[in-house]
């Protein structure tokens, strides 16, 4: 039987998980696009997520609450919302032990901001604080609906995605400011919130800002995942 790629997924904490952000959808979206799905519960050293990579051929952070100010290495902003540290510690390790290793990354929602934050980049603590021109970033609908467009820049993002504007979910009040150096911006929403990065010299490291596991009957949300799981398994070739 033809072994299929496993992609890591990060769990959330309980009170997050019964809150809004059940890791079920993102399962059921590496399934589908040919992948074995494995959850992650949280590392709490480097020698801990670095056995954990090891295992896995592709890699997804998921969303979440609010990254802890004090790995930002600031001061907490006013409009910050509910932060969960261990987790966030423990999904900056992993993603640092795969940029080390290149091994095949999305980041999705808080995923982007974690990936940018491991990686040197910024983030806005809070959009509407922080950018008081900017449009409503959380959403007053069903996530499986779309909020608003992004245009998406020259990357491989938009390559395979075959698409210059696509309509996207939103349910974020934080956002990268600043991509990490290495990284390209590869789409913006229209008041010009970084919606997508991915890394210039990566097999397949790509963070988005909505949420493509809760559209899954769009193409282009399916697409996402389809080459991720193909990144994988082009991972564990060149590994054995």
């Known amino acids: 039987m033809k072994r299929k790629p496993v992609i890591g997924i990060t769990a959330a904490h309980c009170n997050e998980e ?5 890791r079920a959808r993102y ?8 992948g074995q799905p494995i959850l992650l519960p949280p590392v709490a050293a480097a020698e801990d ?5 090891a295992l896995m051929d592709g890699l997804i952070l998921t969303g979440g609450g609010d990254i802890s100010p004090i790995l930002l290495g600031e001061d907490p902003l006013r409009g910050i919302g509910d932060c969960l ?3 966030d510690f423990s999904e900056i390790l992993l993603t640092q ?45 069903p996530r499986d609906f779309s909020w608003h467009e992004i ?24 956002a990268v400011s600043e991509a990490p150096q290495g990284f390209v911006i590869s789409a913006v929403a229209p008041d010009g919130i970084i919606e997508g990065i991915e890394k210039v010299d990566a097999h397949f490291c790509i963070g988005v800002q909505w949420h ?9 949300s399916q697409k996402i995942f389809q080459e991720l ?12």
């Open 18 to 22: 019964l809150k809004s952000y059940p």
């Open 27 to 34: 399962v059921e979206a590496v399934r589908e696009a040919g």
């Open 49 to 53: 997520a670095e056995e954990v990579i």
């Open 85 to 87: 540290p261990d987790r």
């Open 97 to 141: 032990k795969a940029l080390e290793v290149n091994l095949p990354l999305l980041g999705i929602c808080k995923g982007i901001q974690v990936l940018a934050v491991a990686a040197g980049g910024k983030i806005f603590q809070d959009i509407i604080s922080q950018c008081p021109e900017s449009m409503e970033h959380k959403m007053k609908a």
């Open 151 to 174: 245009t998406l820049q020259e990357s491989r993002l938009r390559t395979f995605l075959g698409e210059e504007r696509i309509a996207v979910n939103s349910v974020h009040h934080q």
């Open 212 to 220: 493509p596991e809760v559209m899954m009957k769009d193409k282009s």
């Open 229 to 240: 799981v193909a990144a994988g398994a082009g991972y564990y070739r060149r590994r054995h």
